[in-house]
């Protein structure tokens, strides 16, 4: 995915298991099929029913549990945590899970999400006497829960959850039990699998495929698991929930054979594709996705339209990390080191370009032209989403209405930033269609807030955007 040069960007991905004699190795294979959400760190804690142990660390999850690192953290239980590059950095502290320790046993954590709420929270926590170790939000809940004054973690867990505001999905493990719990919107995905007797959890269901491990159910908006070595426990923290998973989980942020609220992310991105033609044909020679997370949209526009799809675009998988590069300059440079332009498909050919989004529009300006370059006649530009012109606030990293082109610009100004024949974006009627949940409402179980600006919980005035945090 082209999420490290769209400036498009994942919060982080949970993995949680509880039951296993190699916990940690489980738990390291299921971080490696998240590392599409998170690039910049990972770490996993354990706990043998009397003492956690943690190893974290900066970069991918196999570079930080490399040369043995796993063997120092043994245990029937493990949570585990891949997180994203922010803008501001973020460094060794902000790697989760955090753990703390105290008199009365230890406590990790791990997030996945935004509170849009913290900077309320920490100044009340601060005025009480709490110090902040890290300016990760995450970090709020432990201070809530310490602070709660019930002598059962469940308890204090529950207070501190009704306090919270924004997105959220926690894994949260002592010595004896490990306590999951999704915010009241469900904004994140977060599943339920059996592996034997043991309990696992994870931000996407493809972790289960890796590891073996059977899918149950996902977490339910609201919900609060206790599971531990007597079994798991369903309970509530609250009942005023409202399903509003977001909606760029299908479009783009998800492995494509993950299931989600029981969609398949495939199927969706292909029905999204499919939508976009019966709103937006155009006469052409060939189809092409951009890499990756484009393909099931393009397959599915090429289905519909009879016009063939073919590989005019392909991603160079041996390129390093080169999101770590500070400058938008060179960050646009790994434009050109990640994708080519095959001029044997493309050359003479009137193509259809298949993307998810559009952020900023430099990508899509550059493979325009990459495609003219090698030799295409007309560039037809399609995005499988409607167009981007509010920031999200719930832990993805959607830049600010100022650097959001289409909260800037008409989309024939878009069309001639990029330099396509022609531009259309899906519409939302098209979206909710296409990805097909389940659910009665107007927006159909989804949130459409970076789409058309109405957000499914409060706003705060000094909410801090994911990419802000330092």
Same mark, same amino acid.
């Given at each position: ?51 956690? $142990? ?46 703390? =320790? $105290? ?42 829960? =310490? ?25 949260? /493990? ?64 609250? /009942? ?7 909606? /760029?989980?299908?479009?783009?942020? $998800?492995?494509?054979? $993950? ?77 050109? /080191? ?76 878009? =069309? ?55």
């Amino acid at each position: 995915m082209f999420a490290e040069i769209k400036g498009l960007n994942e919060e982080c991905g949970v993995f949680g298991i509880w039951g296993h004699p190699e916990a940690a190795q489980v738990a390291y294979y299921g971080l490696h099929s998240l590392q599409h959400r998170g690039q910049e760190g990972a770490g996993i804690v354990t706990t043998d029913g009397e003492k956690l $142990s943690c190893v974290k660390g900066l970069g991918l999850a196999s570079e930080v549990f490399a040369n043995g690192k796993l063997n120092e953290i043994t245990g029937k239980a493990a949570i585990g945590h891949v997180r994203y590059a922010t803008a501001g950095g973020g460094g060794y502290e902000n790697v989760q899970p955090l753990l703390f =320790r $105290s008199n009365n046993g230890g406590l990790a954590l791990a997030h996945n999400g935004n509170l849009v709420n913290a900077n309320q929270l920490k100044q009340q926590l601060e005025s009480q006497g709490s110090i902040f170790q890290t300016t990760s939000d995450t970090e709020v809940l432990a201070h809530l829960i =310490r602070r709660s004054g019930y002598q059962d973690l469940k308890d204090g867990i529950k207070n501190a959850l009704t306090m919270l505001k924004g997105a959220y999905a926690f894994l949260i /493990m002592t010595e004896t039990e490990m306590l999951v719990a999704l915010d009241p919107n469900g904004l994140r995905p977060l599943s339920i699998g059996l592996l034997g007797d043991a309990y696992v959890i994870a931000s996407e269901t493809c972790a289960f495929d890796v590891i073996g491990a059977k899918y149950e159910r996902d977490v339910e908006p609201g919900e609060l698991l206790i599971i531990n070595d007597e079994g798991i426990r369903s309970e509530r923290f609250t /009942m005023n929930t409202n399903r509003a998973i977001c909606s /760029m989980e299908y479009i783009y942020f $998800s492995r494509p054979d $993950s299931n989600i609220d029981g969609v398949n992310v495939h199927s969706a991105r292909k029905r999204l594709g499919k939508i976009m033609h019966e709103e937006a044909p155009i006469e052409a020679d060939i189809v092409t996705g951009v890499p990756d997370s484009s393909i099931s949209a393009a397959i599915g526009y090429a289905e519909a339209s009879g016009i063939p799809y073919e590989l005019g675009l392909i991603k160079n998988r041996y390129v390093g990390r080169t999101f770590i590069q500070p400058s938008q300059a060179l960050r646009e440079q790994g434009v050109k /080191m990640k994708l080519s332009a095959v001029r044997g498909v493309v050359e003479g050919k009137r193509v259809v370009m298949v993307d998810d989004s559009i952020v900023r529009g430099t990508t899509s300006r550059r493979i325009v032209k990459m495609l003219r370059d090698a030799g295409a006649i007309e560039v037809h530009v399609r995005i499988s989403s409607p167009p981007m012109k509010n920031p999200c606030f719930y832990g993805i990293d959607i830049s600010t209405h100022e650097e959001l082109i289409a909260s800037n610009h008409s989309i024939e100004e878009i =069309r001639e930033i990029i330099g396509a024949d022609s531009l259309e974006f899906l519409s939302v009627e098209g979206l909710l269609k296409g990805v097909g949940l389940p659910h009665e409402g107007e927006n159909r179980g989804q949130c459409l807030a970076c789409f058309t600006g109405q957000y499914p919980t409060e706003i705060y005035a000094d909410t801090v955007l994911p990419h802000e945090k330092a």
